[in-house]
């Protein structure tokens, strides 16, 4: 082809502003808007509806007072009802069960659209600010539309039971394992005397679903995904557990409300007595259980199950509508209940961060210091990239599982000299 016969490419259009260059050499593009984000009018009017909610729920909480007293009342409200002692059982049993149920659902419309919007402040993604309304409010509950009304496609090379109850088997035990989480003092749907290993053991139970959806799907990529979903949280539930351990010895019980009361009070007059704060074990046990949790939900770096770039999306690919959305309420409400779970076990659960500010209710706190994990978990999935599978084993075994094995040794060693008279008291 001859020089004259070859066709003109359109020339790329430069910035000239910035030097010629097709990027600016800023972290606010693709908008300079962000420099100085206080002169935004709406920025401005955004923090100030933040702190109206902030204060609103203190207010809130401030007349409402501890929620653990208003359900005595119901139930003592349905005592005497005049209903037969049988009946009064199953509706307070239906009661909590529909607060759990709720609690879940509630959590995985809240959390998708925080992680729009936090996504949209790490990675300058415009779309979540403003679709949807203020903040991209109504995105979500227009997407739960979607879902109800979108079609139930089932591959015809399915295993059509089982392809139907897998997401029943995923979702069923992560409602249970709500049963005894506190959300404040003395607030859970169940008391028992060995929560931690309840929780623990029906949590485990949410893997059979996700190797039913790989394996029913008809699809080698499902397959794969549920395949590695079995491996992943098989090993890493591993490092989890024993990373608890340590604040089963401080506390001495698997009651989690025992367990929220032994961090009680403060140090010195200031510092919190959270097991966060017992020299290097407790940051230990916190890190590790942190990190396995976050292997545990799937989330990134920990994303092999679903890795779209050589998985398309995994065990779920072949799911759609709610069936599909199944699976992710089943993602985030896991990531709510490690989120108590770490505030229950490490942040002192109900308990005040300051002396002054005992007032405020327990259930106000442990809200809080459950959003503050849930933001964390959050954060990590738009920070690191993801790892192979080969470094996620590799890392669960050769690493984490190891020191979890000589943290409990360390607390060992503490409580010894704790009761000696040596270490904290």
């Known amino acids: ?19 010629g260059r097709l990027l600016t050499d800023t972290r606010y593009w693709p908008t300079e ?20 909610i902030i204060i609103g729920l203190l207010a809130i909480g401030a ?14 409200l349905l005592n005497r009802s005049g209903l037969p002692p049988a009946a009064v059982a199953w509706a307070w049993v239906l009661i909590k069960l529909g607060c759990v149920i709720g609690v879940i659902v509630a959590n995985g419309l809240w959390a998708v659209w925080w992680e729009r919007k936090i996504s949209a402040h790490i990675q300058s993604r415009v779309g979540p600010m403003y679709a949807g309304g203020f903040h991209g409010w109504a995105q979500t509950l227009l997407d739960t539309v979607k879902l109800l009304l979108k079609e139930d496609v089932t591959p015809a090379a399915a295993d059509q039971v089982m392809h139907t109850l897998a997401p029943v088997v995923a979702i069923a035990p992560c409602v249970m394992a709500f049963a005894p989480v506190l959300f404040g003092t003395e607030l859970a749907a169940a008391k028992l005397d060995v929560g931690v290993l309840y929780i623990f053991a029906f949590a485990g139970i949410s893997v059979i679903g996700v190797v039913m959806a790989g394996w029913a799907s008809g699809n080698k990529y499902s397959l794969l995904g549920g395949l590695r979903a079995a491996a992943q949280i098989v090993s890493y539930e591993l490092p989890r557990g024993f990373s608890v351990v340590p604040v089963l010895m401080f506390a001495g ?34 890190l590790f259980f942190l ?3 976050v292997a545990e939900t799937n989330r990134t770096p920990f994303d092999i199950p679903e890795a779209e770039s050589e998985l398309v999306a995994g065990f779920h690919t072949e799911f759609s509508g709610m069936k599909w959305s199944l699976f992710f309420l089943m993602e ?46 959050l954060w990590f999935r738009w920070t ?8 996620l084993m590799d890392f669960n075994w050769k690493f984490l599982l190891p020191w979890s094995f000589a943290n409990i040794a360390f607390a060992g060693i503490l409580l010894f000299l704790m009761q000696r008279g040596w270490g904290l008291r």
Do not use: C, H
Not at 253 to 274: C, K, M, T
Not at 384 to 391: A, E, I, M
């Open 291 to 293: 990190i396995a949790s």
């Open 1 to 19: 082809m001859s020089a004259a016969e070859k066709p003109a490419y359109p020339q790329p259009v430069l910035n000239r502003k910035a030097g």
């Open 63 to 76: 007349g409402v007072g501890e929620l653990a007293r208003w359900g005595e009342k119901l139930l003592a």
């Open 384 to 391: 690191f990239p993801r790892l192979r599978v080969d470094q």
């Open 33 to 52: 808007l962000w420099k100085s984000p206080w002169s935004l009018p709406r920025y401005r009017a955004g923090a100030l509806w933040l702190a109206g």
């Open 332 to 377: 985030y409400g896991y990531v709510l209940l490690s989120s108590f779970l770490l505030a229950v076990f490490f942040l002192g659960g109900g308990a005040a961060p300051l002396p002054w500010l005992v007032g405020i209710p327990s259930w106000i706190w442990m809200t809080g210091k459950a959003m503050l994990m849930m933001f964390v978990f």
């Open 253 to 286: 019980s698997l009651d989690l409300a025992v367990i929220d009361a032994a961090q009680a009070g403060y140090w010195f007059g200031f510092l919190p007595r959270w097991f966060v704060f017992y020299p290097v074990v407790g940051q230990l046990a916190f």
